[in-house]
């Protein structure tokens, strides 16, 4: 079956540290992947997304993702985390006629 | 970048009735649009998948008598949950898509919260 798995349902930094959110995906689960994050209460934002142009993919609030077919990886990083930056992050494969989510991770910034 | 709507944001009724919800995409036709129940700290889960002018196809699970879906134009969906039931309360968040899959990404609405008393 297709998924999409997040590794940690929690992860806390401090602010300006090194975040990375880790997100795998079943080889069955064609390369179109993305990394949305939601804020209470609100619907889903497009972070950046991978669609085979480029390994390495930034996307907006300075987060980026790196595609790693070998390790059927698609991990969310930001050098210096910010306050603003906590909330829910997905990752998700688009399969055909749908998108898969992962069961997302809850990112919590320490001041 | 495309907007997606929902209306309403938030809706109080009673066990027994049915409610309605929209979602539109204001400015892009939406060829696709999706449903989805979010529950609390908790993944979106894929209720259904519409095309305009089609019949809604459902996930294994969803009872499509109790969660009507129309997409009865490019830029308009609807879901009916009908006689809602405390158990239907949930975060309910639709999306659209204008074109095929991959590269043609999802917009998402804003989201309505369903409780039902």
């Known amino acids: 079956a297709q998924s999409v798995t997040q590794l940690g349902s929690h992860v806390s930094v401090s602010e300006g540290a090194l975040v990375l959110l880790r997100c795998n995906y079943s080889?069955?689960?064609?390369?179109?992947l993305f990394w949305y994050v939601q804020y209470p209460n609100q619907g889903l934002q497009l972070l950046l997304k991978?669609?085979?142009?480029?390994?390495l993919v930034k996307g907006i609030n300075g987060f980026e993702a790196e595609f790693k077919k070998s390790e059927t990886s698609f991990h969310l990083t930001k050098p210096s985390a910010h306050m603003s930056d906590a909330a829910e992050y997905f990752c998700a494969g688009d399969s055909y006629d749908k998108v898969i989510f992962g069961p997302g991770t809850s990112l919590s910034v320490i001041p | 970048g495309a907007v997606v709507s929902q209306h309403p944001s938030w809706v109080i009724c009673k066990s027994g009735t049915s409610v309605k919800i929209e979602c539109r995409s204001l400015d892009f036709q939406a060829t696709t649009m999706f449903w989805y129940r979010q529950f609390p700290k908790q993944s979106l889960m894929l209720m259904a998948t519409s095309n305009e002018g089609s019949k809604a196809t459902y996930e294994q699970g969803v009872e499509k008598d109790k969660f009507l879906i129309n997409h009865a134009s490019l830029t308009l969906s609807t879901l009916t949950v009908t006689s809602a039931h405390p158990e239907d309360s949930s975060f309910y968040i639709c999306?659209?898509?204008?074109?095929?899959?991959?590269?043609?990404?999802?917009?998402f609405g804003p989201g309505t919260r369903l409780t039902v008393t």
């Open positions: 999306s659209a898509r204008g074109g095929g899959r991959g590269t043609s990404e999802q917009y």
């Open positions: 991978y669609t085979s142009a480029a390994t």
């Open positions: 080889s069955s689960v064609p390369p179109y």
